[in-house]
T-cell receptor, first 115, second 116 residues
């Protein structure tokens, strides 16, 4: 079965500092990996995905993530965080099976960026 | 593009009544829609997968007679919580996928259900 772990419940950084949100995964075969962000009482917004190709993936709002197969990780990063980046972030994985589009989500990491 | 509209955003109902939540893909056809449930400060739990024109596939532990899902068209799926009880109070989120094997899911803004 596929699963995702987000080891940190909370991440706090000062505005302008780098932001990293950690994610590790477990899946049979090559994973399809996603990051989503959720603001209070809202649905999830897609940030970026890794399917194949370059290990460094660039996404929306200046976010990027690095796929590391040997460490089974897909950490989300932003070089310079903004207060508006404060939100709940979810990592998700999908198995590379034909016609199986179910996502398994991590528990989420609450990011707080202080001014 | 790829906008998913979910309605209502909030609903309060009395115990024993039924509530219908709609999920619409506004600018694309969604052959598959997913329904999730989210408890406070927790992750999303997949409830069921809904395919247009066929019966929904429910995850283990989800009562199909309580959470009725209908996906009658390529742009609309509905979730009906039947005979709601206070323990059904939660945040329900739908998502839809566009065509293309690796396309991401697009999510609605969720429905906050409170059963009194």
């Amino acid at each position: 079965a596929q699963s995702v772990a987000q080891p940190e419940d909370q991440v706090k950084v000062a505005e302008g500092n780098p932001l990293t949100v950690k994610c590790t995964y477990s899946v049979s075969g090559n994973p399809y990996l996603f990051w989503y962000v959720q603001y209070p009482n809202r649905g999830l917004q897609f940030l970026l995905k890794y399917i194949t190709g370059d290990n460094l993936v660039k996404g929306s709002y200046g976010f990027e993530a690095e796929f590391n197969k040997s460490q089974t990780s897909f950490h989300l990063k932003k070089p310079s965080a903004l207060v508006s980046d404060s939100a709940l972030y979810f990592c998700a994985v999908r198995a590379p099976r034909l016609n199986d589009y179910k996502l398994s989500f991590g528990a989420g990491t609450t990011v707080t960026v202080r001014a | 593009g790829a906008v998913v509209s979910q309605h209502p955003s909030r609903v309060i109902c009395k115990s024993g009544t039924s509530v219908k939540i709609e999920c619409r893909s506004l600018d694309f056809q969604a052959t598959t829609m997913f329904w999730y449930r989210q408890f406070p400060k927790q992750s999303l739990m997949l409830m069921a997968t809904s395919n247009e024109g066929s019966k929904a596939t429910y995850e283990q532990g989800v009562e199909k007679d309580k959470f009725l899902i209908n996906h009658a068209s390529l742009t609309l799926s509905t979730l009906t919580v039947t005979s709601a009880h206070p323990e059904d109070s939660s945040f329900y989120i739908c998502s839809a996928r566009t065509t293309g094997g690796n396309s991401p899911l697009h999510f609605g803004n969720g429905t906050r259900l409170t059963v009194t």
